[in-house]
């Protein structure tokens, strides 16, 4: 789980993970101090997901083939 | 003429049409390069006695001269007949109406701008050049375009094209994938200039959709096309680093979104790693593209729109999940303390039983003891003497000369002593 959480999460990961957390939460043998601890971790997927979706804007860029074959972008605009 | 001559350039393989038992003719002479032979005598011109008689192929070279020069490329209208799809690759067949009929070839390398090849019966207009073929001294008509009435031939291509397909389960309703409802890198295969990345681009600002989009150009019309959608789909597939791809152009005449009805360039869409989006042209437009994607767009800005979410939406999503969360732990924490609530009571109330049933037993244990007690003896009238320890005082030889005691009676108790005692009786 940490090693999970300190990767960036995409928008769509979190929104799983947060379903994943109130499911757990739903059942029935989730003791309190885990139950806690999950509400905290989606707490702060709500917090960062909220922050990104703030500052992110949508970028268009250009598809560039390298001479090796593998493949770069460029700023289109 | 001589330039016109140099100028023409009939495949090689043209004489390969007729077999071995025409032998090749001689290379063909030309009328003003003739030398007169030395017997034409009294002749002024080529052809003017038996003596100065020309050769066939000088005759038949010279009409094609004639012939061609006579006539720009032109369209003629009349009906198919007697297709040939050699297997050198040119078409031949005739054009004919109730009264004449023409010999028509259509090179190989004139074919792809012609949807399909006609069928018998169709009627076409075509657009070609009149010439004489020497070797046969016919007049043939060299076309390189071809539009048969209806739109036959486009709409012929179409059905091959789609029965291909569909054979080979492409067109099938449950290859559909569904589209990524979050789709972060988005490849765009259109021209970097046309007018459907444009309204692509502008749906995704407006909706402030947190997109990347990544344009992979191609040419979206005309003959380079269907190669270079090919390519650009093949560079997606080898890079694959987008989550869907739409291949869009905007509006246009049938012709100019003919490349989106190309079988490579089908095929190439359905062969997408990733889910894929046609939009190609308005809605009334439905390409063959349209039916290999997994889903189909009106417009590009349709496609942009479909593929995205906006910002709103997201943050609604966001929303929604906050809802959730809350209402989850909510509800965890009222279970736990309606569970210590049931406790509670539970507790209380086996304390309850508890009591209660111990006061029963004492009670009845006390009524036995009651019974046994020696205060209901005494109530009785008897009565019992107590040392000064509070010990019952039960035999005779208990007691001293002087020693008091205490007489506990029924209702109370009387300080006594002990008065010297008789002398046992003799």
Same mark, same amino acid.
């Given at each position: ?77 | ?15 390969? %049409? ?91 390398? !004139? ?131 987008? !989550? ?80 959730? %969360? ?101």
């Amino acid at each position: 789980m940490a090693a999970k959480r300190a990767r960036t999460l995409t928008f769509e990961e979190r929104l799983a993970r947060l379903e994943q957390i109130a499911s757990e939460l739903d059942a029935e043998s989730v003791d309190l101090a885990k139950a806690l601890s999950l509400f905290e971790e989606g707490i702060e997927h709500l917090r960062t997901a909220a922050a990104e979706l703030a500052t992110a804007e949508a970028t268009v860029q250009r598809l560039v083939e390298r001479a090796d074959g593998t493949f770069g972008v460029t700023d289109a605009e | 003429m001589t330039a016109r001559r140099g100028a023409r350039s009939e495949p090689a393989s043209e004489l390969e %049409l007729f077999p071995a038992a025409e032998p090749p003719l001689p290379p063909p002479q030309r009328l003003v390069e003739e030398p007169l032979p030395s017997y034409v005598g009294s002749a002024t011109y080529p052809g003017e006695t038996a003596e100065a008689a020309i050769a066939v192929s000088t005759l038949t070279e010279t009409a094609r001269d004639i012939l061609e020069g006579a006539f720009i490329p032109i369209w003629v209208r009349g009906e198919i007949t007697d297709f040939k799809a050699h297997r050198n690759g040119h078409w031949y067949f005739g054009l004919r109406d109730s009264r004449a009929q023409i010999r028509c070839v259509v090179w190989n390398r !004139d074919q792809r701008r012609i949807p399909a090849p006609p069928d018998d019966g169709m009627l076409v207009a075509a657009f070609g050049r009149l010439t004489v073929y020497p070797a046969r001294g016919e007049m043939q008509f060299t076309i390189v375009r071809l539009e048969a009435e209806g739109d036959g031939l486009r709409r012929k291509a179409l059905e091959v094209t789609r029965a291909r397909l569909a054979a080979d389960g492409l067109l099938a309703p449950e290859r559909k994938r569904a589209l990524p409802r979050f789709a972060r890198v988005i490849a765009v295969v259109t021209s970097p200039d046309g007018a459907a990345l444009h309204d692509i681009i502008a749906v995704i600002r407006r909706r402030r959709a947190q997109v990347r989009l990544v344009v992979v150009p191609a040419a979206v019309q005309g003959d380079a096309a269907p190669n270079e959608l090919c390519y650009a789909l093949d560079q997606i597939n080898r890079w694959r680093g987008a !989550d869907l791809v739409i291949v869009s152009r905007g509006g246009g005449s049938r012709e100019d979104m003919w490349a989106f009805n190309n079988e490579r360039v089908a095929r190439a869409v359905a062969a997408c790693y990733a889910p894929t989006i046609s939009a190609v042209g308005h809605e009334v437009d439905l390409s063959i593209c349209d039916l290999v994607a997994d889903y189909r767009a009106p417009t590009p800005s349709a496609a942009a729109e479909a593929a995205t979410l906006s910002k709103t939406e997201l943050e609604s999503e966001l929303r929604r999940a906050a809802h959730r %969360l809350q209402a989850s732990i909510a509800a965890k924490f009222s279970a736990d303390y309606d569970h210590l609530r049931h406790a509670a009571r539970d507790l209380v109330s086996a304390a309850v039983r508890q009591t209660s049933t111990r006061r029963a037993s004492l009670e009845r244990v006390s009524g036995r003891l009651h019974a046994l007690s020696p205060l209901a003896t005494m109530a009785r009238g008897y009565s019992v003497a107590r040392g000064a320890d509070g010990r019952a005082l039960t035999t005779a030889a208990q007691f001293s000369e002087d020693m008091p005691f205490d007489l506990v009676l029924r209702d109370g108790t009387i300080p006594a002593k002990a008065w010297p005692r008789n002398e046992p009786a003799p």
